[in-house]
């Protein structure tokens, strides 16, 4: 006999899965796209500025960032 409770579990359980991954990897998508914008910002205020202290806020921010460690676990 089949455990209905069990598997009406198990398929609600694998949609809420499925559909949290793809909440995921939409919001991974934006923040990739957020980041690329304020780099290259950074990257124009730093071109763009006449002040020295502000080039050297963004270049400090732009190496910071790009320092950062990159983990890729696909």
Do not use: C, H, Q
Request: glycine share 2%.
């Amino acid at each position: 006999m089949i455990d209905w409770s069990y598997f009406v579990a198990k398929i609600v359980t694998m949609v809420a899965s499925w559909l949290d991954a793809g909440n995921l990897r939409n919001r991974v998508y934006k923040m990739a796209e957020e980041a690329e914008i304020m780099m290259t910002a950074l990257e124009d205020i730093e071109r763009m500025s006449r002040e020295d202290n502000i080039k050297r806020y963004a270049r400090t921010a732009i190496e910071t960032v790009k320092g950062l460690p990159v983990e890729d676990d696909y």
